[in-house]
């Protein structure tokens, strides 16, 4: 699977968009970056991100307490990382 870099870029500018947006889960966000952007099997995404094959499956599961260096491991690939965002104020 070869995608350009302008179609790997807008890829996961949308999805790192839709978890933002509250759209998806964090685990849904990272299979899609891992399934989508890499096309890479759990057991290979796991090794290039210097993870356990069981915490990338907890991650993607939305499962467990990963913790941040996990989950920095994992959006490390895409030039993303966890950080703090402002809540958005939901009507209600």
């Known amino acids: 699977m070869t995608l350009s870099l302008e179609v790997r870029a807008l890829l996961i500018q949308t999805i790192q968009e839709e978890l933002a947006q509250g759209v998806i889960t964090m ?3 990272v299979r899609r970056l891992r399934v989508e952007v890499t096309g890479l099997q759990q057991t290979q995404f796991a090794r290039m991100c210097r993870i ?5 499956v907890h991650i993607e599961h939305d499962e ?8 920095n491991s994992v959006f490390k690939p895409f030039g993303l990382q966890m950080g703090v965002v402002r809540l958005r104020k939901t009507s209600g």
């Open 64 to 71: 467990g307490n990963p913790t941040l260096k996990s989950l």
């Open 52 to 56: 356990s094959v069981r915490t990338l």
């Open 27 to 29: 685990g849904a966000a």
